[in-house]
């Protein structure tokens, strides 16, 4: 599966299919040949669950003039733009291949990522292509790719020995277990902060994003960690660093996703003015830029 951007709203217009699926065929059939150039577009299948299980089926097909839903007499849609997890289907003409849609919209709904509210897509871009969508949560998929960063950064620390933790790399740098305790310290006092009362925040809530990704995956500058999260200069325990991370991730976590994404907060030290969402960018940014730090000390211990 892959991410599928969409640029733009995509227009459709069609009905809903009554009997679902021996009628899809048929449903399509019947919208080229209504339609003037029927086969000079994109066709869309819309399904969704309604409370009792059922299926739910739209054939539409894309609207390239404004007014052409009701130049047919069909219901005109709107299918958002935005991030979508995506597959392809080759040769779906294919009865086999047509057999298996239901199994990608199966496996693309356990994916964390998605808005299971959203619609299931078919795309029939062309006679050969069709690619099955379901439109992404972007907070859900912040998430995951916060707590991916912080799989990969633990994954990183558990192969090393306790020495091997403790050993200075070269002039001027932590240890990784510095490192990890710095993480630990900057996790704890972010999920300190998302539990703080916030207020509306008055503005675009990802207005800093930019700012935070530009900053912290800047690998070639040195930054000025707040007193408050320096490591400790000590000999670490590596089941306490270890452990002490992955509490510190578990910890953040349940309060990112309790908290309010759109609250503005005010925190002097760090940040100044700040949503609880840039925030959770700020965990992912500053996490990955350890990730590249620890591998540089892993390759000179």
């Given at each position: ?21 021996e009628g899809v ?153 510095q490192l990890a ?121």
């Amino acid at each position: 599966m892959e991410k599928y951007t969409l640029t733009k709203d995509v227009p459709v217009f069609g009905f809903q299919v009554k009997s679902f699926p021996e009628g899809v065929g048929d449903a399509f059939d019947t919208l080229m040949r209504k339609i003037e150039d029927g086969k000079q577009r994109a066709y869309y299948g819309v399904s969704k669950m309604d409370d009792k299980g059922a299926i739910i089926y739209y054939a539409d097909a894309e609207e390239k003039i404004p007014g052409e839903a009701e130049k047919y007499k069909y219901e005109r849609k709107i299918i958002p733009r935005g991030d979508y997890l995506a597959e392809t289907i080759h040769d779906w003409h294919n009865p086999a291949k047509l057999a298996c849609i239901k199994d990608v919209f199966h496996a693309m709904m356990q994916d964390r990522r998605v808005d299971n509210t959203k619609p299931c897509i078919e795309w029939y871009k062309t006679e050969a292509e069709m690619l099955c969508m379901i439109q992404m949560d972007p907070d859900k998929e912040l998430f995951a790719s916060i707590e991916s960063a912080a799989n990969e950064l633990l994954a990183l620390l558990l192969p090393l020995s306790e020495a091997q933790l403790n050993t200075i790399p070269f002039k001027g740098s932590w240890t990784a277990a510095q490192l990890a305790t710095h993480v630990t310290k900057s996790n704890n006092g972010i999920a300190q902060a998302l539990e703080m009362k916030g207020k509306p925040a008055g503005r675009n809530p990802e207005e800093r994003v930019k700012e935070l990704q530009d900053t912290f995956l800047n690998f070639s500058i040195k930054l000025q960690s707040p007193p408050f999260i320096i490591p400790e200069e000590q000999q670490y325990k590596k089941e306490a660093v270890t452990d002490a991370l992955k509490k510190s991730n578990e910890h953040l976590m349940t309060m990112a996703i309790a908290a309010n994404p759109k609250e503005i907060i005010n925190l002097p030290a760090a940040f100044g003015e700040i949503t609880k969402l840039e925030l959770f960018h700020f965990v992912l940014y500053h996490t990955q830029r350890h990730i590249h730090q620890l591998k540089n000390v892993i390759r000179h211990i």
